[in-house]
Nanobody
Framework: QLVESGGGLVQAGASLTLSCAAS????????TGWFRQAPGKGREGISC????????SYVDAVKGRFTISRDLVKNAVNLEMNNVKSEDTGVYYC??????????????????????WGQGTQVTVSS
């Protein structure tokens, strides 16, 4: 089970950190991604991190403003959101995602969700 938390109502330019906590399994055994769904739009992937935390990926809309990281103590993945904009408003979900393994030993995560999702946390940015 995945449980998201940390959402809320913030002003544009503010910061907040979302958390995705796992129970029943070790989240660091999987690549993990954050997704969001804006009002009236479909769900989009925005960031992911590999199981070992040595590779991260961001979509252009959040690159340079959001940072994904692992909290091994809490068995969680966090999403630090800085300089938020009104277009960041939406419900944020986390999910385990697909991980690629290369012959070189490198791994990559893809914003291709597997079957474990959280219930979402609402982020509302006022301008």
């Amino acid at each position: 089970q995945l449980v998201e938390s940390g959402g809320g109502l913030v002003q544009a330019g503010a910061s907040l950190t979302l958390s995705c906590a796992a129970s029943g399994f070790f989240l660091n055994h999987f690549s993990t991604g954050w997704f969001r769904q804006a009002p009236g739009k479909g769900r989009e992937g925005i960031s992911c991190i590999t199981s070992e935390g040595n590779y991260t990926s961001y979509v252009d809309a959040v690159k340079g403003r959001f940072t994904i990281s692992r909290d091994l103590v809490k068995n969680a993945v966090n999403l630090e959101m800085n300089n938020v904009k009104s277009e960041d408003t939406g419900v944020y979900y986390c999910a385990t995602v697909r991980q690629l393994h290369y012959a070189t030993g490198q791994t990559r995560c893809l914003l291709d969700a597997l079957d474990t999702w959280g219930q979402g946390t609402q982020v509302t940015v006022s301008s």
